[in-house]
């Protein structure tokens, strides 16, 4: 627990990294969810967080119920299209108690990883068959309830999917995600109202196989100032698709529907060209990459410091949580630029820590600073481990790993101690059980 002085509960960090880089013995005074004041050079009070205290890492894109697949798909042959339909198959088995289950121990899982704010890219709507729950939002619902027990912040994400490809309907397994048409699913999105300070929500297109040129504009009107993701240019067969049926890129597309802005986050853009990053550019979007994901799928290496380096805000996602822990994606987002373009430190700490920590990317601008009236986040990093000691501070990230989080603060309330999570009881043994049975008999 921390240390109170009145109302302000005061924590010393040994070092912390804030927004104009490393610090040492830094004093940072909370008061509620909110960072009153910080102080550098000073004398240890209060909580004393041994370590590099950062201000925790965004998962900018998650599908929670991927996690069931974790070491279940990754051995042998196969491709994206093959994950697929294992992937239909745990969603098959879900409902929204078991969703509940499911996603607290996978959030639970984030936390410890030093993830506080996660963006979950939400389509598994409805039961079976595409039949509404009676509450048509139970699977919204038990997403958010899961953040909220779990303690980390969440970006309800409702995503727009109604088609199984272009001029498709649906498969059988695909009519969980739909509504039938966008204006039925304008009406349920929009009906969810999230009762926790921890939750808020955005909108999303799942892709342009999956959501048509007309319905992609409702989207974008719906968004209303909130964040908008989309995925993007994930396989060239989408690229190849979307040029036989409408002549033109996915990027394009999103353009002419009105779908790309500065809320607008493109999720993966690994296929890319010129044209498209001009594009998002000029639209001063985002690019979320999924680096654990994108290899473990075998998609490709996206063209990250092209986009960066033309104007497009980077962000990071764990997509299909192949791994959780956001030092992989942080490292993977460098290591992939530098086996594509042999050339090393294709990014600098500053910029791969920006990207990390890009909160707003997911609705939460006040997230992912150590600094006066920023959201009271903190995740201390442990610099005495097997893998970090003797590492410079600043280099720990590129060689700590999820074990090595310590502590972790969010919203002024502490989740983590020593590497132990206070809200969800041995989280493992929870995803042991759901993951157990939703596995096909």
Known sequence: ????????????????????????????????????SVTRATEPSGTVLRGLT???FANAHSHAFHRALRGRTHHGRGSFWTWRERMYAVADRLDPDSYYRLARAVYAEMVLAGYTTVGEFHYLHHAPGGVPYDDPNAMSAAL???????????????????????????DEHQRRFSDGDAAAWAE???AFKPESELVRTGVAAHSVRAVPPEALAVVAEQADGRPVHVHL??????NSDCLAAHGRTPTALLAEAGLLGPDTVAVHATHVDAADIGLLAGARARACFCPTTERDLG????????LLDAGVRLCLGGDSHAVIDGFEEWRALELNERLASRTRGRFDVAQLFTAATDHASIGWP??????????????TVDLDSIRTVGAEPAAALFVATASDIREVLIAGRQVVSDGRHLLVAEPELVLREEIRSLSPP
């Open 1 to 36: 627990m921390s240390a109170r002085s009145g109302s302000v509960s005061v924590y010393w960090a040994e070092f912390a990294w804030l927004p104009d880089g490393l610090a040492e013995r830094v004093r940072i005074d909370v008061a509620g969810s909110t960072i009153r």
């Open 54 to 56: 950062i201000p925790g």
């Open 144 to 170: 958010a309830a899961a953040a909220q027990d779990a303690g980390i912040r969440l970006t309800l994400l409702d995503t727009c999917y109604l088609t199984g490809g272009f001029g498709r309907k649906p």
């Open 188 to 190: 349920r999105a929009a």
């Open 233 to 238: 240019s994930e396989q060239p067969a989408e």
């Open 299 to 306: 998609d490709g290496i996206g063209p990250a410091r092209e």
């Open 366 to 379: 006040e997230v992912g600073r150590i600094e006066a009236g920023a959201a009271a986040d903190l995740v």
